[in-house]
């Protein structure tokens, strides 16, 4: 077969060499008219692992105390990177390393749940920019992802679409996982191809409940069995995601109570002792220095005596659910042994898609959604809602979504500075890596330092699988990859650094990095911190973004940015912000600080829709897709028919009783209840039973104002008589849940009213014909652009954090 032009995808259709006379005598047929397409002779199969949300310092691998035998299992046969980089958040990295272009080139400057009208932060990847999966799907690969997806705008997250947002549009022949920031591990609301798929049924089955990592490998080694079965020869490419290890840390009691005790002597000691365990395994130098703790983050010695038990606790769970995560990669790599092509296998193993995440702020906290809702909860507060919840032992359970302390996720990125939403310093944006190609690599077990970003990967795979990246796509002219192969790393310890020069920036956080030399220019907010006067500082009219302090490392002599040179050089500290700016311009980083411009009264023109009507079996509507009824008046309404002998069930319910609403029958009389993050709990209910017969029914909320977290007055309506009502001091003033979705006739998944969670999904026994929201009820015209900038800003808090 003659080999086809791959620089303009999808592959020409080959021209015809046999011969076509008016019959078939003398006849001959080209059978390559009916071969697909096929890439070049010994291209490998490539499987790309990468875990949320985890530091440099977590994995044993690299000195960690999270024991990872499948990840050292891999580095001892393989190599371990000691120095890749990647952005400091989670969309912004996937974007990055599915391109091979900087993130905010491709429309990903933040996390997309958040997008804006700027072309560095749409979380819309431009068509000049064609991923990975689609260029290895054209030249003959068979591609697949599983878990944590991350690259849907919010509002696309729908049957409506537009689907070439979702996996399958990038290229990837087969999706199984969550098209969000985070997911409940328990109870996820799942996605399979281009279909939402909701909570599978086993979340009810309490003897063997389903559990959203083993069900990830599960389906890995489905999917690469039936590849097998149809085609001995065709490589595959798999993007194993997972959801771990982003909160809500979810595990089984098993796994986490495997490191009882072990975090007793608290986040400092644990620095330390990590600390010496890398430089016992030489994943860094000898002469590297642990840099010292933030005043942001407290001594362990000042946490209260009765605390720290607690405080262990979250350390126990993270650690377990993280082990837990290494075990089903190494399933899936069985598999692949199994299947006699591990040797033919390359393995890129990524521990973390930025530093581990400080978004527990520093109590840690029983539902992760609280910092994102700017709910200030003391550490005392957070031990009594744990314990409403079950206590320590339900740490990890379905019950709680928790996140851990912001200062173990500062040890989880020892020997560095801060962590996750940091792009500024080495605690965001340095993690570890490990390859693995048996067939390839000569000194299995070796240490490769070279300098690699996130953008290297995809330009790496492509290298190796021998596929030039494609100048022309569906027509249109490509953007150049920005990321360099460092395929020759493989074979050479002493491979020339390739990647000399990178921008990073992270919610202003930024930094600039050259031949050594690395420009940090960190903004002073605490990255947890998203309070109105926290922000001040960064209004459009205030912040002077030169005027942040500027720190200069020269990392060949200071692996861990112990030491900070600006003042001896203040030459090269101008020359690398000429450098920052130069860079950010030419990569659409601009403006600074555009994933906060909600916050500034940047938002997108008013809806035109006042009222959303649902009609029929409506299931798993996206948290960031249902009615936008936070922080001001609103209405539920619902037509019904209620037979004879009565009805009970969920009219619509969003989320779950961490953070979400109901409006259901129960006892016969329309209830409503309302969860304030699982911190407020109110609850409504009838007077008195329904009639039969067609109803009408109704919730109306009457807010004191349009504000965050605004109060106000609950009235149910029956045939629009009222029927009962109450006040609710609190409501939730960002988003519900990360993950959690909306449903008509039912609460799927986790439900909102502990009540009725025996009979979930508690499903309505009558009919319901429409439900409707209005978000305008009696609603004045001039207060529409106050409640409007107030629910925007809402929704941008949420994406900071996902």
């Given at each position: 077969?003659?080999e086809p032009?791959?620089t303009?995808?999808?592959l020409?259709?080959p021209?015809?060499?046999?011969?076509?006379?008016?019959?078939?005598?003398?006849?001959?047929?080209?059978?390559n008219?009916?071969r697909?397409?096929?890439?070049?002779?010994?291209?490998?199969?490539?499987?790309?692992?990468?875990?949320?949300?985890?530091?440099?310092?977590?994995?044993?691998?690299?000195?960690?105390p999270i024991?990872?035998?499948?990840?050292?299992?891999?580095?001892?046969?393989?190599?371990?990177?000691?120095?890749?980089?990647?952005?400091?958040?989670?969309?912004?990295?996937?974007?990055?390393?599915?391109?091979?272009?900087?993130?905010?080139?491709?429309?990903?400057?933040?996390?997309?749940?958040?997008?804006?009208?700027?072309?560095?932060?749409?979380?819309?990847?431009?068509?000049?920019?064609?991923?990975?999966?689609?260029?290895?799907?054209?030249?003959g690969?068979s591609?697949?992802?599983?878990?944590?997806?991350?690259?849907?705008?919010?509002?696309q997250?729908?049957?409506?679409?537009?689907?070439?947002?979702?996996?399958?549009?990038?290229?990837?022949?087969?999706?199984?996982?969550?098209?969000?920031?985070?997911?409940?591990?328990?109870?996820?609301?799942?996605?399979?191809?281009?279909?939402?798929?909701?909570?599978?049924a086993?979340?009810?089955?309490e003897?063997?409940p389903?559990?959203l990592?083993?069900?990830?490998?599960?389906?890995t080694?489905?999917?690469?069995?039936?590849?097998?079965?149809?085609?001995?020869?065709?490589?595959?490419?798999?993007?194993?995601?997972?959801?771990?290890?982003?909160?809500?840390?979810?595990?089984?009691?098993?796994?986490?109570?495997?490191?009882?005790?072990?975090?007793?002597?608290?986040?400092?000691?644990?620095?330390?002792?990590?600390?010496?365990?890398?430089?016992e395994l030489?994943?860094?130098?000898?002469?590297?220095e642990?840099?010292?703790?933030?005043?942001?983050?407290?001594?362990?010695?000042?946490?209260?005596?009765r605390?720290?038990?607690?405080?262990?606790?979250?350390?126990?769970?993270?650690?377990?659910?993280?082990?837990?995560?290494?075990?089903?990669?190494?399933?899936?790599?069985?598999?692949?042994?199994e299947?006699?092509?591990?040797?033919?296998?390359?393995?890129?193993?990524?521990?973390?898609?930025?530093g581990a995440?400080m978004?527990?702020?520093?109590?840690?906290?029983?539902?992760?959604?609280?910092?994102?809702?700017?709910?200030?909860?003391?550490?005392?507060?957070?031990?009594?809602?744990?314990?409403?919840?079950?206590?320590?032992e339900?740490?990890?359970?379905?019950?709680?979504?928790?996140?851990y302390?912001?200062?173990?996720a500062?040890?989880?990125?020892?020997?560095?500075?801060?962590?996750?939403?940091?792009?500024?310093h080495?605690?965001?944006?340095r993690?570890?890596?490990?390859?693995?190609?048996?067939?390839?690599i000569?000194?299995?077990?070796?240490?490769?330092?070279?300098?690699t970003?996130?953008?290297?990967?995809?330009?790496?795979?492509?290298?190796?699988?021998?596929?030039?990246?494609?100048?022309?796509?569906?027509?249109?002219?490509?953007?150049p990859?920005?990321?360099?192969?460092?395929?020759?790393?493989?074979l050479?310890?002493?491979?020339?650094e390739?990647?000399?020069?990178q921008?990073?920036?992270?919610i202003?956080?930024?930094?600039?990095?050259?031949?050594?030399w690395?420009?940090?220019?960190?903004?002073?907010?605490i990255?947890w911190?998203?309070?109105?006067?926290?922000?001040?500082?960064?209004?459009?009219?205030?912040?002077?973004?030169?005027?942040?302090?500027?720190?200069?490392?020269?990392?060949?002599?200071?692996?861990?940015?112990?030491?900070?040179?600006?003042?001896?050089?203040?030459?090269?500290?101008?020359?690398?912000?000429?450098?920052?700016?130069k860079?950010a311009?030419?990569y659409?980083v601009?403006?600074?600080?555009?994933?906060?411009?909600?916050?500034?009264?940047?938002?997108?023109?008013l809806?035109?829709?006042?009222?959303?009507?649902?009609?029929?079996?409506v299931?798993n509507?996206?948290?960031?897709?249902?009615?936008?009824?936070?922080?001001?008046?609103?209405?539920?309404?619902?037509?019904?028919?209620?037979?004879?002998?009565?009805?009970?069930?969920?009219?619509?319910?969003?989320?779950?009783?961490?953070?979400?609403?109901?409006?259901?029958?129960?006892?016969?009389?329309?209830?409503?209840?309302?969860?304030?993050?699982?911190?407020?709990?109110?609850?409504?209910?009838?007077?008195?039973?329904?009639p039969?017969?067609?109803?009408?029914?109704?919730?109306?909320?009457?807010?004191?104002?349009?504000?965050?977290?605004?109060?106000?007055?609950?009235?149910?309506f029956?045939?629009?008589?009222?029927?009962?009502?109450?006040?609710?001091?609190?409501?939730?003033?960002?988003?519900?849940?990360?993950?959690?979705?909306?449903?008509?006739?039912?609460?799927?998944?986790?439900v909102?009213?502990?009540?009725?969670?025996?009979?979930?999904?508690?499903?309505?026994?009558?009919?319901?014909?429409k439900?409707?929201?209005?978000?305008k009820?009696?609603?004045?015209?001039?207060?529409?652009?106050?409640?409007h900038?107030?629910?925007?800003?809402a929704?941008?808090?949420?994406?900071?954090?996902?």
């Amino acid at each position: 077969m003659r080999e086809p032009d791959r620089t303009t995808l999808p592959l020409t259709t080959p021209p015809f060499e046999g011969r076509a006379n008016r019959t078939l005598r003398g006849s001959t047929p080209d059978w390559n008219l009916i071969r697909h397409p096929e890439p070049p002779q010994g291209a490998p199969n490539v499987l790309l692992v990468l875990i949320d949300d985890a530091g440099f310092g977590n994995p044993s691998t690299f000195g960690g105390p999270i024991q990872t035998p499948n990840y050292t299992r891999l580095a001892e046969a393989g190599l371990r990177y000691n120095r890749f980089h990647v952005t400091a958040l989670c969309s912004p990295t996937r974007a990055a390393l599915l391109t091979a272009r900087n993130n905010h080139t491709v429309g990903f400057g933040s996390v997309g749940e958040f997008s804006s009208g700027f072309p560095g932060y749409t979380a819309m990847v431009p068509l000049e920019c064609a991923p990975l999966p689609r260029i290895l799907r054209d030249n003959g690969y068979s591609t697949a992802a599983f878990g944590k997806w991350h690259l849907t705008p919010d509002g696309q997250q729908g049957p409506a679409g537009p689907l070439g947002r979702w996996p399958t549009g990038w290229g990837f022949d087969y999706f199984y996982g969550f098209l969000g920031g985070d997911s409940g591990q328990w109870d996820p609301c799942l996605a399979e191809n281009q279909k939402i798929i909701g909570t599978p049924a086993e979340y009810d089955d309490e003897e063997n409940p389903y559990y959203l990592p083993d069900a990830m490998a599960d389906r890995t080694i489905e999917w690469l069995h039936g590849v097998r079965g149809q085609d001995a020869r065709k490589p595959f490419f798999v993007y194993f995601s997972t959801g771990c290890s982003h909160a809500p840390h979810h595990v089984a009691s098993e796994w986490a109570d495997r490191y009882k005790g072990q975090f007793d002597q608290g986040w400092d000691m644990l620095r330390e002792e990590v600390f010496a365990r890398q430089k016992e395994l030489g994943v860094i130098p000898a002469d590297a220095e642990l840099t010292a703790r933030d005043d942001a983050f407290p001594a362990w010695a000042d946490v209260p005596p009765r605390l720290k038990a607690f405080y262990a606790r979250q350390m126990e769970v993270y650690a377990g659910y993280s082990e837990n995560a290494d075990h089903n990669v190494g399933r899936v790599i069985d598999a692949i042994e199994e299947l006699g092509e591990l040797d033919n296998t390359l393995v890129i193993w990524i521990w973390g898609d930025n530093g581990a995440s400080m978004e527990g702020t520093i109590t840690g906290s029983f539902n992760e959604m609280t910092m994102q809702n700017g709910i200030p909860l003391t550490d005392e507060m957070q031990l009594q809602l744990s314990e409403r919840y079950g206590g320590e032992e339900s740490w990890g359970a379905p019950i709680m979504d928790p996140h851990y302390s912001a200062a173990w996720a500062w040890a989880g990125n020892t020997p560095f500075k801060w962590g996750k939403q940091v792009g500024s310093h080495l605690g965001g944006t340095r993690n570890p890596m490990v390859i693995h190609w048996p067939e390839r690599i000569v000194d299995p077990g070796g240490l490769r330092s070279q300098f690699t970003h996130v953008t290297d990967v995809g330009a790496t795979i492509l290298d190796i699988a021998g596929i030039p990246a494609p100048s022309r796509v569906d027509g249109i002219e490509q953007e150049p990859l920005h990321g360099f192969t460092f395929a020759d790393s493989l074979l050479d310890a002493a491979a020339p650094e390739r990647h000399t020069q990178q921008y990073f920036e992270t919610i202003g956080n930024r930094a600039m990095y050259k031949d050594g030399w690395w420009l940090a220019m960190k903004t002073p907010r605490i990255p947890w911190v998203l309070t109105p006067e926290a922000l001040r500082p960064y209004a459009p009219d205030v912040w002077d973004p030169d005027g942040d302090p500027a720190e200069l490392y020269y990392l060949p002599d200071d692996f861990s940015q112990a030491h900070d040179l600006a003042a001896d050089h203040p030459d090269k500290v101008r020359e690398l912000r000429k450098l920052f700016w130069k860079e950010a311009e030419r990569y659409k980083v601009l403006p600074l600080l555009a994933t906060l411009s909600a916050f500034f009264g940047i938002t997108p023109p008013l809806e035109a829709t006042d009222k959303i009507e649902f009609r029929g079996d409506v299931q798993n509507v996206a948290p960031g897709m249902i009615p936008r009824i936070y922080n001001r008046s609103y209405a539920i309404s619902a037509e019904l028919v209620i037979p004879p002998d009565g009805a009970e069930g969920v009219i619509v319910a969003e989320a779950d009783h961490l953070g979400g609403f109901s409006l259901f029958v129960d006892g016969g009389r329309l209830t409503h209840t309302y969860s304030m993050m699982g911190v407020f709990v109110y609850r409504q209910q009838a007077d008195t039973p329904l009639p039969t017969g067609e109803v009408s029914v109704r919730m109306e909320f009457a807010a004191d104002a349009a504000k965050p977290a605004t109060g106000g007055q609950v009235t149910l309506f029956v045939n629009d008589t009222p029927v009962g009502g109450g006040r609710m001091d609190h409501t939730v003033p960002m988003r519900f849940s990360a993950y959690a979705g909306m449903d008509i006739g039912r609460d799927n998944g986790g439900v909102v009213d502990l009540s009725y969670a025996d009979r979930r999904p508690f499903a309505f026994t009558g009919t319901i014909k429409k439900v409707a929201f209005d978000v305008k009820p009696h609603r004045r015209a001039k207060d529409e652009q106050a409640i409007h900038t107030v629910a925007h800003h809402a929704h941008a808090a949420h994406g900071l954090s996902s």
